[in-house]
Every structure is written in structure tokens, then in C-alpha cells.
């Protein structure tokens, strides 16, 4: 869980993205929109399926910052609600469980 807060802890990303990536987290329906982010990944632990997020994630800022052509702001973004959809439930999840 650490290397997850530490890679969410160095993201650096426009304030307009994030926005638009806060906006759309009541919209999120991990059900759904996770296969379709994270595909073969989905069998992997919350924390595998957030290390895939973050690396597709990555890989759309690069695309952005390079400014190809390939680059999706809305693709983006998706990643971008997932990942704090995610983390938030991983983190509510956490702090839920019973002290030993």
C-alpha cells in the first residue's frame, strides 16, 4: 500500500484534469468501468489493479506531454476517476477493519 500513496503522492497533473477527473467520480461504476480500463488485470488484488491504473495512467500523461496525436483527454480522465475511486475505497477498506 505504501509504493500506491507514494507513486499518488508524486502525480503531478493539471488542475484542469483533476477537475474534470473529480467531477466525474459519481459517475463511477467500478462494475462497469474497470473491465473496461483494466481488462485481464481485473483478477489482480485492489492493489495490483491500482498499480495498473497508475501504469496506463502514466502512459497517458506521457502521450500528453509529447503531444501526440494518439493522446485522449477523456481516456485520461477515466483513468484518472478510477485511480481515486479506487484508492478511496481501498483506503475506506482499510480503515474499516478490525484492529487486532
Do not use: F, V, W
Not at 466525474?24 to 488484488?45: C, F, M, T
Request: charge should be positive; proline fraction near 6%.
Amino acid at each position: 500500500m505504501r509504493h500506491i500513496e507514494l507513486r499518488l503522492n508524486t502525480l503531478k497533473r493539471p488542475k484542469l484534469i483533476l477537475e474534470a477527473a473529480r467531477n466525474g467520480l459519481a459517475g463511477y461504476d467500478p462494475g462497469r468501468h474497470l473491465p473496461a480500463l483494466i481488462g485481464r488485470s481485473l483478477h489482480r488484488s485492489k492493489i495490483g489493479q491500482l498499480d495498473c491504473l497508475l501504469d496506463m495512467e502514466e502512459t497517458y500523461n506521457r502521450l500528453r506531454k509529447e503531444k501526440r496525436a494518439e493522446y485522449s483527454p477523456a481516456r485520461h480522465i477515466r483513468y484518472l476517476i478510477a485511480i481515486i475511486a479506487e484508492y478511496t475505497n481501498l483506503k475506506k477498506t482499510k480503515d474499516q477493519r478490525p484492529m487486532p
